[in-house]
């Protein structure tokens, strides 16, 4: 837990007496390859942050999974929109590594900032980082290229070429698989 306490410091000025009551209501929980830490219509209770391995965010379109977001160490995952208005999530997010994920639980959160200014504040400014990488990665994503959103996908999340299925990759891009490939294969020419 110490990379999350000196992730949220950095970001937020929390002191060690306000990481200590947050700390109190985080639990660590083990998921599995496969499991998923959200289901699609399930309402999100929770802010998931990677300790170990990455999850997915997919909706099921057709049967088809349209992959929207990777989720990898040192980053939060959560569906914002279900856990601010208390509906079902319309989105998956599915362990695609064994993974290791610290639970940031709602409503003792909730209770929480009830409780303190500091802490109420922290929850605030990591809120608006994870909006705001969110809608940095969507107008990015609904105004560019193919290729930009490659380029993209590369500087922001590096690792997602490593570790991720290119199947997973061009649906995350919304591209096919094929044109992945090619844009793949020209920019390690080019590396």
């Known amino acids: 837990m110490e990379n999350l306490y000196a992730y949220i410091k950095h970001v937020t000025g929390l002191s060690e007496k306000g990481w200590n009551a947050v700390k109190s209501v985080l639990t660590k929980k083990k998921y599995q390859k496969g499991d998923y830490l959200l289901s699609k219509g399930e309402l999100c209770n929770s802010i998931f942050y990677i300790q170990e391995g990455y999850c997915r965010a997919h909706y099921d379109y057709g049967g088809q999974p349209i992959n929207t977001n990777f989720y990898f160490e040192s980053e939060f995952a959560t569906n914002i929109r279900s856990l601010k208005q208390g509906i079902g999530s319309e989105y998956a997010i599915q362990a695609e ?51 930009l959103r490659y380029d993209y996908m590369q500087k922001i999340q590096p690792q997602i070429i ?3 299925p290119l199947e997973h990759i061009a649906s995350y891009l919304g591209m096919s698989l094929e044109t992945l490939v090619s844009i793949h294969k020209g920019h390690s020419v080019i590396s």
Do not use: P
Request: aromatic residues 8%; charged residues 35%; hydrophobic residues 45%.
């Open 162 to 164: 490593k570790r991720i």
């Open 97 to 147: 590594e064994d993974m290791v994920v610290i639970i940031f639980d709602r409503d003792k959160l909730y209770t929480l900032f009830d409780k303190s200014v500091e802490v109420d504040a922290m929850g605030r400014k990591l809120m608006e980082g994870i909006l705001a990488q969110q809608e940095e990665q969507a107008e990015l994503f609904k105004l560019n290229s193919a290729s």
